[in-house]
């Protein structure tokens, strides 16, 4: 978020929308930078290391 715009709790309404949005059944995954964490983990989110990205101009390995 553009640090202009930090700091006015539209963060967490985003999150919290998004949330209301999935309903009960989901689980809410989010990538962020390593700069985030302490935000996100003010916010009761946990901890995932189990992700992957493969970056648009980089292209799967053959098989």
């Known amino acids: 978020m553009d640090r202009a ?3 006015q709790g ?3 309404a985003l999150l919290h929308a998004t949330q209301q949005q ?3 059944r989901c689980t ?13 983990e ?3 989110m946990l901890r995932n290391p ?4 493969l970056p648009r101009e980089q292209r799967l390995l053959p098989a």
């Not at 189990?50 to 990205?53: A, E, F, I, K, L």
């Open 10 to 12: 539209i963060g967490r």
């Open 5 to 7: 715009l930090q700091r």
């Open 22 to 24: 999935l309903g009960p």
């Open 28 to 40: 809410l995954l989010l990538f962020a930078a390593p700069a985030a964490d302490a935000y996100y």
């Open 42 to 44: 003010g916010l009761g």
């Open 50 to 53: 189990r992700g992957w990205t």
